[in-house]
């Protein structure tokens, strides 16, 4: 039976009294265990999901800054997994433009030594598991079909904003990346086509990061994301909201009409706030108020943070 594994991992394999107290879980389970690993520029998130989706642990550590600290770290993340119990798989989330199927991750990211390389073949050449890797805001949608908010969907799509705009379409379980694994860059699209390129982009009118800054240009103050909220009774902050609303209900508006999801899912730490989606709906349904009953259906994504380690599971399973 798979237990929970210790916390503080370091790239220094834990000490053997690190794993003397060990909690089991409650109950047998006949269920496997697969290990994921979501790569991020700054930290790296880990844990065992099992194969309901249930994700039993997690936990993370920097991001090593060289290849050779990379897999170091990522030893030591298996060796001390498979201490605490045995696992089936080891499913990688990582950013870029992923070849899912050569395991060569394309593409520029804050993590340059996983680029243009057969980014799988140490962990395969070195673990007796199969191993795969998938992109981050792929293994987040996949999630959501899995065990979330778009669980009994065939169709759908996400749309996470934060930094930027991006995310993906599923389409019977199968994650559309397109001829150049360009799919779901919906941050690329030009929604306003007076603005100089890129800034009439989706990630250039809709983001959060792009809302903040321009409330924060309008009061001459710095502010965060919870400040825009906090002060949305100012008339300034609410029209920057209002804006904001409205060029993610025109992105999502386009997006319905391209791909026509069964439903579109939100997602990134802003959607955590109910009137985001309302506010996006409100413009959405404005859109399309001539369409008679017809309404583009829109929600917030189930899973968050851990979005992404359940999702590289669900693709390990379904490719294995």
């Known amino acids: ?120 073949e140490p962990f395969q050449d070195q673990y007796d598991l199969p191993v795969t890797v998938l992109n981050d805001a792929n293994a987040a949608a996949l999630a959501e079909g899995w065990t979330g908010a778009a669980a009994s969907l065939k169709r759908y799509a996400t749309v996470v904003i934060g930094t930027g705009v991006g995310g993906a379409f599923i389409d019977s379980n199968e994650v559309m990346v397109g001829s150049h694994f360009h799919g779901g860059e919906y941050g690329y699209w030009i929604l306003d086509p007076n603005a100089p390129h ?35 009774s100012d008339s300034r902050i609410h029209e920057e909201l209002e804006n904001f609303y409205r060029w993610n209900a025109i992105g999502l508006y386009n997006l319905q009409f391209g791909l026509d999801p069964e439903r579109i899912l939100i997602g990134g730490g802003i959607s955590r706030r109910p009137e985001v989606r309302d506010g996006i709906k409100r413009h959405l349904d404005a859109l399309t108020d001539s369409f008679g009953t017809f309404r583009i259906d829109v929600e917030t994504c189930a899973h968050f943070n851990e979005a992404n380690l359940i999702g590289a599971v669900r693709f390990h399973l379904l490719t294995n």
Request: hydrophobic share 40%.
């Open 198 to 232: 890129p800034d009439g982009t989706w990630s250039k009118v809709g983001a959060t990061a792009v809302l903040v800054k321009r409330c924060s240009d309008r009061l001459g103050l710095p502010l965060t994301g919870k400040d825009v909220f906090d002060l949305q």
């Open 1 to 120: 039976m798979w237990i929970s594994m210790c916390s503080c991992l370091s790239i220094i394999p834990c000490p053997k009294h690190s794993l003397d107290n060990k909690i089991p879980r409650k109950g047998v389970s006949t269920m496997q265990h697969y290990l994921a690993i979501d790569i991020g520029g700054t930290s790296i998130k880990y844990g065992v999901v099992q194969t309901d989706g249930t994700l039993l642990s997690n936990d993370h550590v920097p991001t090593p800054k060289t290849w050779k600290a990379f897999l170091e770290q990522i030893d030591a993340i298996v060796n001390n997994t498979q201490a605490a119990g045995p696992i089936q798989g080891i499913a990688f989330s990582a950013p870029g433009a992923v070849d899912s199927s050569t395991g060569v991750i394309h593409g520029v990211t804050a993590l340059p030594y996983i680029h243009e390389q057969p980014f799988l």
